[in-house]
């Protein structure tokens, strides 16, 4: 698939940009100077495939946090930092992996140097993030008429300020919370930046119309190459905008993942299904980048054709449901084998394809 060239950055033992492939990054929700609580929260989003995470760091108890949390987690981390420019000092002095700061509102060209001086000493890249809900007052006019226009304008003041520094190891985001918009916005940023795009919606939704909104703005962009990370925001709990990420990028074969095919289910169906849709899939995102396509049917007599390019599945019937194959039936379970079967099936799957 055709991937709009950017320059390549390192974030951490992550690389972005430069073909590497799309990085998933999510956002934690707990109070970052709560290290036990951050670190547990970053370990669950680990566990269902987040490559990079980025923590809020609203005062010095926050940064002081960074270090311990940055020991006990295994992606790279992130420092989101607003106005203060000593906390982002202070970030980079605890080890973080990337820092994200706007440097127009930290309070003059000196300030910025010191923090540029401090990132390039350590290979820290800064992500500048743009965003529809805080663009300097003076672009609102722009903002009214054009909004992409504003947003471009503002990320463009942005860079200018760290390449008159020399600082150019830089990841740029432009979200707002239209999709339309924001497709506009980055489109314009593909043709006129080098540096690597963070695709994102602000304040996206609810898992429901967030999924959706979201899906539909970066779906656009995916397909037309455009974007080196990848964050689905979703007032919901932060793994599942792992899970929508993770289905989204595969649907243009940019993550291999197990994939979970399942029926609408009519009024033929004899067997509780959603319950084990909902189990097997929730497994499924588990097991790590595997290619292994899984079925489960609501109908025993059309299922294991429906279904035939699945590499293992069920098909439910009166009490119980047919294990199959390739759409060839190798079995008849009773309905409280169904999970555990499929589960020990999966695994043997991914042990040979492994």
């Keep these: 698939m055709f991937r709009t060239k950017t320059k390549k950055i390192n974030i951490g033992n992550t690389a972005i940009g430069g073909g590497a492939p799309v990085a998933i990054q999510s956002m934690t929700t707990t109070k970052t100077k709560d290290t036990e609580t951050t670190i547990r929260a970053i370990r669950e989003l680990e566990k269902v495939g987040c490559e990079i995470i980025r923590v809020a760091v609203f005062d010095q108890k926050d940064a002081a946090a960074l270090g311990e949390i940055k020991k006990n987690i295994s992606i790279p981390l992130v420092a989101d930092i607003h106005f203060d420019y000593r906390l982002a000092l202070a970030a980079v002095e605890q080890g973080i992996d990337k820092l994200r700061i706007n440097p127009g509102n930290i309070g003059g060209l000196e300030r910025v140097r010191k923090v540029t001086e401090a990132c390039r000493k350590k290979n820290i890249p800064i992500r500048i993030g743009i965003n529809s809900g805080s663009l300097e007052k003076n672009l609102l006019p722009l903002y009214h008429k054009d909004p992409a226009a504003a947003l471009i304008e503002s990320a463009r003041r942005n860079v200018a ?146 279904a035939r390019e699945a590499d293992i599945g069920v098909a439910g019937g009166k009490d119980g449901a047919l294990l199959f194959k390739k759409g060839e039936i190798i079995g008849r379970l009773k309905t409280v084998e169904i999970v555990p079967v499929l589960k020990e099936e999966i695994l043997k799957l991914k042990k040979e394809k492994e």
């Design 161 to 306: 300020i760290l390449e008159s520094l020399d600082f150019t190891d830089i990841v740029l985001s432009l979200k707002a919370t239209d999709p339309l918009v924001t497709i506009d916005a980055y489109r314009r940023a593909a043709r006129v930046f080098p540096y690597p795009l963070h695709l994102g919606l602000t304040e996206a939704g609810s898992l429901f119309s967030g999924t959706i909104r979201s899906s539909a703005a970066l779906g656009i962009l995916l397909s037309e190459g455009i974007g080196d990370t990848i964050r689905v925001s979703l007032t919901a709990d932060a793994v599942e905008e792992i899970r929508v990420a993770k289905e989204l990028l595969a649907a243009f074969g940019l993550y291999k993942k197990p994939t979970l095919i399942s029926c609408p289910t009519c009024g033929r169906i004899q067997y509780d299904m959603r319950p084990i849709v909902d189990e097997i899939e929730r497994f499924l995102d588990c097991l790590g980048n595997i290619d292994i396509k899984v079925a489960i049917m609501g109908c025993a007599v059309n299922g294991p054709g429906e």
